[in-house]
């Protein structure tokens, strides 16, 4: 039989199989580069000597000139298998282009039903066997879908007419259960295994880790991050918090191990994020790196990296499996980055620390109810990679209006502390909601045991408030509901916060009644679909919402008032004109050697060009997406807000060469040779962080290269 690579070249060329030669190819066939997600290639074409004869080769609007949604955050890492680009574009098609030329082969249309959150990271290859054609999995909404690679055709025989509905095994009625799956699944011999993302809010669905028969679409195991009774961590939830509770998922990808045949899941926090009144204890397996028996779904191993999380710092970023020679010896290490600007390098057997964790106290709640872990871990190596604290000296000076500002909000804050549980009063939270490192991850270079992480530096400002919630009136339980499921990302006063969500205000004018009700079921844009809460719940929203957009108030009860704590929501810390609050650099790209721990160097990622004009450095840009490292001596990334695609000397940080993009590439791009030609490709998405939407793929090789 021929191979699956020239029977895939054979059909995507349209070429009798007989035919056509195997060709030359160097592949980028993993999200993250490859199943240990290291982001390495071991190409080297394109290296420091000629970096700057970089050009442009090819670039592919995936969207073919349709109209983008505004919200679209479209963070594919593509994946090329054998001269072949699979993609994703802002609409949700999946697409194959020549790798070579951006020449489409095939692209699909997938129907959508409840899509929800648009920021889709990837997808994930199967070769195939001599029998089954190379399959291409994905997700869209709350389905995940099987599709033959070689022509874009969907395979009915996986699940149920060619997709699996996520929704469906998790303990909870289907129809209320609103859950995504932003970052690919990964593979295991013939397994997908799936984490997925959740609402954040009371009601979520569980987290539970799931595998999946490729060929099938057949369950074959589950691992449940909220524990039921008789598994390990059930005692450390309230008796039957498995039945009710959410959250504990991993949203942001898995890494495998192929040959010790194990899966290292990241998790996120407990639902609801910042409110563990409920949830008494230390709430495994929220926050915790949880190393899986691939095959059988068997916990081998957990490291808890945040108790009882009450600040949404979840383990943000696939865990990258490396490889580290120290003292002439090599030791086979999980390198973990974290919101909190951490490294968490842990032994890939045992699960321990490399470096000593310490267990330090942390401030108690000052919220009636909530009972805060006492102690939190705190890392003392690798260094971290984003600042720890912040003080009154830290406030951003770039001009006196601006720290005049920013101190005024300082004081009327609570005084930093690590992990200072959300109170009655403003607290900042440091780094803050986004990181420190989020879901791009880091990049590993094996020759020279460092590791490279991109990190925001911006802080936010963290609250819970004490609402009266009006018991006889059905307008004070709407206001009510608002407040738990749709303040934190909406506001208290429908004021949004910019720029991630928007104002609703003005709903009344915008909308009608029953448009609304359908985005709460349905989602829309960054909005999850808030299909768990029942009709009556949400009339009771859609009502307050166009009552507040009106001008009318919660009229009084005579069955009185009851006090409940909900989130406050996501303020950013921040100036007069959106920049944060805290000194720059607020974003940054940081080398780390992982076998002493220390950092080689760190440098500023990106900048504002207003602020540049007005005589500021680079401040360094929230960014998005992580970097690449090769064996040709180079640092590749994009991330910025400012739209760029840099690469930078990996061993000095020296920046050797930078692109405008034509929207920011919030993804992490990939390299990979096709007949001796090395090529780079970015997705310049936008849509995040009040950037433009794009939809182009653009691909970067050296002039005229001829191998």
């Known amino acids: 039989m021929r191979s699956s690579k020239a029977r895939l070249l054979a059909l995507l060329l349209g070429a009798a199989p007989a035919v056509v030669p195997a060709g030359d190819f160097e592949r980028w066939q993993h999200y993250g580069g490859d199943p240990g997600n290291t982001h390495y290639s071991s190409l080297s074409q394109i290296n420091r000597d000629n970096v700057a004869q970089l050009q442009p080769a090819w670039t592919y609007h995936s969207a073919g000139g349709k109209a983008l949604p505004a919200s679209s955050e479209l963070q594919v890492n593509p994946i090329v298998v054998d001269g072949v680009l699979f993609g994703r574009n802002p609409l949700y098609n999946v697409f194959a282009v020549d790798a070579a030329s951006g020449a489409v082969r095939w692209t699909y249309d997938p129907p959508l039903e409840h899509v929800g959150l648009s920021n889709m990271r990837g997808l994930t290859y199967w070769p195939g066997t001599d029998d089954q054609p190379p399959r291409i999995l994905f997700t869209t909404g709350h389905f995940l879908m099987a599709l033959d690679a070689t022509t874009g055709k969907m395979i009915d025989s996986f699940g149920n007419r060619g997709r699996v509905d996520l929704r469906e095994g998790l303990g909870r009625d289907p129809a209320l259960v609103s859950i995504n799956a932003p970052s690919p699944g990964v593979l295991f011999e013939d397994l997908i295994i799936m984490g997925s993302a959740v609402t954040e809010t009371a009601g979520a669905a569980p987290g539970d880790i799931r595998a999946y028969d490729v060929r099938s679409g057949a369950l074959a195991w589950t691992f449940h991050t909220i524990p039921h009774p008789g598994e390990t961590g059930h005692d450390t939830w309230p008796e039957d918090a498995w039945k009710t509770f959410g959250g504990a998922n991993a949203w942001a990808g898995m890494s495998v191990d192929e040959q010790r045949g194990v899966v290292y899941v990241p998790t996120g926090s407990p639902a609801p994020d910042f409110d563990g009144s409920g949830r008494s204890g230390a709430n495994l397996f929220g926050n915790s790196i949880i190393a899986l028996d691939a095959r059988s779904g068997e916990r081998l191993w957990h490291y808890q990296a945040v108790h009882h999380d009450l600040w949404d710092r979840d383990l943000s970023s696939a865990p990258t499996l490396v490889e580290v020679t120290r003292n002439g010896e090599k030791h086979q290490w999980l390198a973990q980055a974290s919101k909190q600007g951490v490294l968490y390098l842990l032994d890939r057997d045992s699960g321990k620390p490399v470096f000593p964790i310490r267990e330090v106290a942390v401030p108690a709640s000052t919220v009636p109810g909530e009972q805060a872990y006492t102690t939190q871990p705190q890392v003392t190596l690798p260094e971290p990679f984003s600042r720890q604290r912040m003080g009154v000296e830290d406030l951003s000076d770039i001009n006196p209006e601006v720290h005049s500002h920013v101190k005024a909000l300082w004081e009327k804050a609570e005084s930093f502390a690590y992990?200072?549980?959300?109170?009655?009063?403003?607290?900042?939270?440091?780094?803050?909601?986004?990181?420190?490192?989020?879901?791009?991850?880091?990049?590993?270079?094996?020759?020279?045991?460092?590791?490279?992480?991109?990190?925001?530096?911006?802080?936010?400002?963290?609250?819970?408030?004490?609402?009266?919630?009006?018991?006889?009136?059905?307008?004070?339980?709407?206001?009510?509901?608002?407040?738990?499921?749709?303040?934190?990302?909406?506001?208290?006063?429908?004021?949004?916060?910019?720029?991630?969500?928007?104002?609703?205000?003005?709903?009344?004018?915008?909308?009608?009644?029953?448009?609304?009700?359908?985005?709460?079921?349905?989602?829309?844009?960054?909005?999850?679909?808030?299909?768990?809460?029942?009709?009556?719940?949400?009339?009771?929203?859609?009502?307050?919402?166009?009552?507040?957009?009106?001008?009318?108030?919660?009229?009084?009860?005579?069955?009185?008032?009851?006090?409940?704590?909900?989130?406050?929501?996501?303020?950013?810390?921040?100036?007069?004109?959106?920049?944060?609050?805290?000194?720059?650099?607020?974003?940054?790209?940081?080398?780390?050697?992982?076998?002493?721990?220390?950092?080689?160097?760190?440098?500023?990622?990106?900048?504002?060009?207003?602020?540049?004009?007005?005589?500021?450095?680079?401040?360094?840009?929230?960014?998005?997406?992580?970097?690449?490292?090769?064996?040709?001596?180079?640092?590749?990334?994009?991330?910025?807000?400012?739209?760029?695609?840099?690469?930078?000397?990996?061993?000095?940080?020296?920046?050797?060469?930078?692109?405008?993009?034509?929207?920011?590439?919030?993804?992490t791009p990939a390299t990979y040779e096709i007949d001796g030609r090395q090529y780079i490709v970015i997705t310049c998405s936008g849509g995040k962080l009040g950037t433009p939407t794009g939809d182009a793929y653009m691909a970067f090789a050296l002039p005229g290269h001829n191998p």
């Open 419 to 667: 992990l200072r549980p959300p109170g009655l009063k403003p607290s900042v939270l440091f780094p803050g909601f986004y990181g420190g490192a989020n879901w791009g991850g880091g990049a590993f270079d094996p020759a020279t045991n460092t590791y490279y992480i991109n990190a925001m530096e911006a802080p936010h400002l963290v609250q819970m408030e004490a609402v009266e919630v009006n018991k006889g009136s059905e307008l004070g339980m709407g206001q009510f509901l608002f407040r738990q499921h749709c303040s934190g990302c909406h506001g208290v006063n429908l004021e949004g916060f910019y720029p991630y969500a928007p104002a609703l205000k003005d709903v009344a004018d915008r909308l009608d009644k029953r448009s609304a009700h359908r985005t709460v079921v349905e989602g829309k844009g960054r909005m999850m679909p808030f299909s768990h809460l029942n009709r009556h719940e949400r009339d009771a929203i859609v009502d307050y919402l166009f009552a507040f957009s009106r001008g009318e108030t919660v009229p009084e009860s005579d069955a009185g008032t009851e006090t409940r704590y909900v989130f406050a929501g996501y303020r950013d810390f921040v100036d007069q004109r959106f920049y944060p609050a805290v000194k720059p650099p607020w974003g940054t790209l940081t080398a780390i050697d992982l076998a002493s721990g220390q950092r080689r160097w760190q440098i500023t990622l990106g900048e504002y060009e207003q602020l540049t004009k007005e005589g500021i450095p680079p401040t360094g840009t929230r960014n998005y997406g992580g970097p690449v490292v090769t064996a040709g001596g180079l640092l590749i990334i994009a991330a910025s807000s400012d739209a760029k695609l840099r690469i930078f000397d990996k061993l000095s940080g020296e920046l050797l060469w930078s692109y405008p993009l034509p929207a920011a590439g919030y993804a």
